[in-house]
């Protein structure tokens, strides 16, 4: 299986781009409004492969437009979350842009210790297994969250 982490060297600009046109046609075709907030908060996000923490993302939106008022932070956060353009990662406490937002999914992640990035597995398999499980149990999932610790191919090459 390939990695799913992005090469050290590539030209981010592309994937925040791609991440921007693809968050505007999504938003269009729902109907919903990526305002210039919104927008500019999913940019923010996608800084680098790295989660961002809600509060890091206050402090440049504020940088840029003065004070921003952290509930607004939040609701943009919570729209872009809602529809799928980011994600959650719980245990961080930060969120991360989705690189397939369009197509839903369950989101598995693989969080990198040394370089804090994080990969998202989208294994249709795994969350059959899951689901299997679950019903086996008797148990009724409402949401289900992997998120795996580790190092990554590159950092383990590096420290190699
Ligand atoms: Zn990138
Ligand atoms: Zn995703
Ligand atoms: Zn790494």
Do not use: K
């Amino acid at each position: 299986m390939s990695d799913p982490f992005p090469a050290v060297a590539h030209d981010h600009r592309r994937c925040v781009d791609e991440a921007l046109t693809e968050a505007a046609r999504l938003c269009e075709g729902r109907g919903v409004r990526l305002t210039a907030l919104r927008r500019r908060v999913l940019e923010l996000v996608w800084q680098s492969h790295a989660p961002v923490g809600a509060y890091r993302v206050m402090e440049l939106l504020g940088a840029e437009r003065g004070s921003v008022a952290p509930p607004t932070v939040y609701r943009a956060l919570d729209f872009l979350v809602q529809h799928g353009l980011v994600h959650r990662i719980e245990s961080l406490n930060a969120f991360i842009g989705c690189r397939a937002p369009a197509a839903s999914h369950r989101a598995f992640f693989l969080i990198c210790r040394a370089c804090r990035e994080v990969a998202e597995l989208d294994d249709a398999e795994l969350a059959r297994t899951l689901d299997r499980r679950a019903v086996a149990a008797g148990f009724m999932v409402e949401e289900a969250r992997v998120e795996v610790t580790g190092t990554c191919a590159r950092c383990r090459r590096m420290a190699a």
